[in-house]
Nanobody, 129 residues
Framework: LMAAAGVWGGLVQAGGSLRLSCAAS????????IGWFRQAPGKEREGVSC????????YYADSVKGRFTISRDNAKNTVYLQMNSLKPEDTAVYYC??????????????????????WGEGTQVTVSS
C-alpha cells in the first residue's frame, strides 16, 4: 500500500484542504476494509476513519467528523481521505491500512486495535497556523 498526499505534498495552511490517496499494487482492495490512521509526535497512533469493502459504511473519529471524508474507487484500486478545514492539530504522519477478512465489527471504535493485514509507509501532513 502506498499513501500519498498528492502532487504538492502534505504541507498546507490552517483552514486548507488536502486529499490523501492510498493505492494498492499487486493485490486488489475490492473486498478489503480500509482504515486511515495518524500518529503525531509523542502521541499514540489513532484511528481517523475507516470504510467497508463496499463503501457502504464509513466511520470517523470525533476529532475529524464533518471535516474529513473517506471514499474508495475500486476500479482504481484506491481509497481517498479528503481533509477539509484542516487544523494544526491534524499535523501527523498518516497511514492507510487494509484488512482482507472482516470477522468482527470494523468501526471507528474498533479501528485503533484492529488486526490490519497491510500497511502503507505513511505520509507526512503538516498544517501550519
Amino acid at each position: 500500500l502506498m499513501a500519498a498526499a498528492g502532487v504538492w505534498g502534505g504541507l498546507v495552511q490552517a483552514g486548507g484542504s488536502l486529499r490523501l490517496s492510498c493505492a494498492a499494487s499487486g493485490f486488489t482492495l475490492d473486498y478489503s476494509g480500509i482504515g486511515w490512521f495518524r500518529q503525531a509526535p509523542g502521541k499514540e497512533r489513532e484511528g481517523v476513519s475507516c470504510i467497508s469493502w463496499s463503501g457502504g459504511s464509513a466511520y470517523y473519529a470525533d476529532s475529524v467528523k464533518g471535516r474529513f471524508t473517506i471514499s474508495r474507487d475500486n476500479a482504481k484500486n484506491t481509497v481517498y481521505l479528503q481533509m477539509n478545514s484542516l487544523k494544526p492539530e491534524d499535523t501527523a504522519v498518516y497511514y492507510c491500512a487494509a484488512v482482507e477478512v472482516i470477522s468482527t465489527p470494523f468501526t471507528i471504535a474498533t479501528l485503533k486495535d484492529y488486526g490490519m493485514d497491510y500497511w502503507g509507509e505513511g505520509t507526512q501532513v503538516t498544517v501550519s497556523s
